[in-house]
């Protein structure tokens, strides 16, 4: 069964670059067609879809956060990381990692991490 954890600092400063890590337990992130992607829910809004890396290394990004974010992975630890520069108060957001057979569609979500970006 496959299961995601996210993990990485909870509080961010203004300015600096929000880092976190998605661990994939019970699979592989190479798993052929599997795409890894994030997910974020800022404070009374809806969710947003930040990104994605596929199996095979490709990455695709809202164009709202491409200058800045950059989503990769470490397959020796079955990883896949985001990083986001610059951050600001609006960055502010429960992140979650999910995960499935595309690009489009990942039914399989972490529980989420709260990132709070303050100064």
């Known amino acids: 069964q496959v299961q995601l954890r996210e993990s990485g600092p909870g509080l961010v400063k203004v300015s600096q670059t929000l880092s976190l890590t998605c661990t994939h337990f019970g699979g592989s992130v190479l798993t052929p067609h599997y795409a890894f992607t994030w997910i974020r829910q800022p404070p009374g809004k809806g969710l947003e879809w930040m990104g994605v890396i596929t199996y095979d290394g490709n990455t695709y990004y809202d164009p709202s956060l491409e200058s800045r974010a950059s989503i990769s992975r470490d397959t020796s630890e079955n990883q896949f990381t985001l990083q986001l520069r610059s951050a600001t108060p609006e960055d502010t957001a429960v992140y979650f990692c999910?995960?499935?057979?595309?690009?489009?569609?990942?039914?399989?979500w972490g529980r989420g991490i709260q990132v709070t970006v303050s100064s």
């Open positions: 999910a995960a499935g057979l595309s690009r489009y569609y990942y039914p399989n």
